[in-house]
């Protein structure tokens, strides 16, 4: 089963001290109900848990409301989204069951199903900030492919991409997607 992640919320008392709102664990295993995890169709062992959205950028920090909540979408319509990805070994995932993946975040349009590269190759308008937190993954591009390990950051930025995990461990990353407009070139 997918991974959990503790998610800490600070903000302000009447005072304008800070404090603690909340202290929580999020994923399948703890919050399996809430509609900001998500584990794709046909793929169990994959998981996206949004941990905070913002509509738009400047964000707000005061008020108390929790902007994680609705089910997750590929991409943020505007703003941002704060998310953690879970990738299974390739040999683990269900390639076929792909459409209803990526349906399942509004997003089956993103899929590019004539791509040769990867069973998963999709593109998004949005620039992404990616940090590999735990294991390994190849972050595959149209035109080549790049090994990603803990501590490896990435700036994808709109490009047709997929995550193929060679190994036999699951990887995990963090992710700040920004809505983005751009010119992918002709």
């Given at each position: ?5 503790r ?17 929580e ?5 703890t ?38 909540t ?26 076929d ?21 990867h069973?998963a ?66």
């Amino acid at each position: 089963m997918p991974s959990s992640v503790r998610r800490i919320v600070t903000g302000h008392d009447e005072q304008g001290r800070s404090i603690f709102v909340s202290d929580e664990s999020i994923g399948p295993d703890t919050t399996p109900d809430r509609e900001n995890v998500f584990v794709p169709p046909g793929n169990p062992l994959t998981c996206l848990i949004d941990l905070w959205r913002m509509a738009a950028v400047p964000g707000r920090f005061d008020g108390d409301t929790d902007t994680a909540t609705g089910p997750v979408k590929l991409v943020p319509p505007a703003g941002l989204f704060f998310r953690t990805v879970e990738v299974p070994p390739d040999s683990q995932r269900n390639f076929d069951a792909m459409k209803d993946y990526f349906s399942g975040m509004g997003a089956g349009e993103n899929l590019d199903k004539a791509s040769s590269r990867h069973g998963a190759m999709h593109k998004t308008d949005t620039v992404d900030f990616a940090i590999i937190l735990k294991g390994e993954v190849h972050l595959v591009l149209d035109e080549g492919e790049q090994h990603l390990k803990a501590g490896d950051v990435v700036i994808q930025r709109g490009t047709n991409h997929a995550w193929s995990n060679r190994t036999e461990e699951p990887c995990i990353f963090a992710c700040v997607l920004i809505a983005a407009d751009g010119n992918r070139g002709s």
